[in-house]
């Protein structure tokens, strides 16, 4: 049976994407904040206070093999922070939080979590960022932030699946953009949105499942759109 890890499990797209993975059979281990929302027999949750590296030492070690880690961890906003329209609403505070919570808490994962990866069968590990992060196709500005600490995951992610290569030569390290989804993330930012570019949950679940199935080690180190086409960094 397969094991997937999924990191952020709380969230409208990590519930989706756990139901997903057990109605494929797979054993759902799955890291939240938030409390079990249902019960099922080859789910095991784990309420986190949060994702320090002294909080999961205890949960990794007890952690069974893994085949795949899916990681929507992520900020844009919340209750201090928007998305800077313009210069002069960049702060140090904003900046700071982005990219600890964007960039620098994805890597430590994938550093604790890689013992548990298999070093000689194939294996993944996906992190959701942002087309936005893309440093090409910046066209519109603003969002400097969010821009930019996805942009920095997206590297830090290459960086490693260089060096990943030469001792776990069948993992993929993938970064994947999963549209627009319908969840508390984006919910400030819908109201403008036309209708076929607002995806529920299940459907971008779904899609970010296809593009992990097709996924070979070629992939590896490279931003991905929900369709499994490449983006650029």
Do not use: C
Not at 89 to 104: D, G, K, P, T
Not at 143 to 172: D, G, P, V
């Amino acid at each position: 049976m397969r094991h997937v890890l999924v990191i952020g499990a709380g969230g409208g797209l990590g519930k989706a994407l756990v139901a997903h993975y057990l109605n494929e059979g797979a054993l759902v281990t799955a890291w939240s904040r938030r409390e079990q929302p249902f019960m099922h027999e080859n789910l095991q949750w784990r309420t986190l206070s949060d994702y320090s590296p002294e909080q999961l030492h205890a949960e990794i070690e007890q952690l069974q093999a893994l085949d795949g880690v899916i990681s929507t961890l992520g900020m844009l906003h919340n209750n201090d922070f928007m998305p800077e329209k313009h210069l002069g609403a960049v702060s140090a505070a904003q900046l700071r939080h982005s990219f600890e919570i964007n960039a620098i808490l994805p890597i430590l994962l994938l550093e604790q979590l890689l013992p548990k990866l298999p070093r000689k069968q194939p294996a993944f590990w996906v992190q959701l960022s942002a087309k936005v992060g893309s440093i090409t196709d910046n066209y519109l500005g603003g969002w400097y932030s969010y821009r930019a600490s996805k942009a920095a995951l997206n590297m830090l992610l290459k960086t490693a699946s260089i060096e990943l290569r030469r001792s776990h030569k069948q993992l993929i390290i993938a970064a994947v953009h999963p549209g627009t989804t319908d969840t508390e993330l984006s919910a400030p930012f819908q109201e403008r949105l036309p209708a076929d570019k607002l995806y529920t949950p299940e459907q971008s679940a779904a899609r970010i499942a296809q593009v992990i199935e097709n996924l070979t080690t070629e992939h590896s180190g490279k931003l991905l759109h929900w369709d499994g086409t490449e983006l650029p960094y």
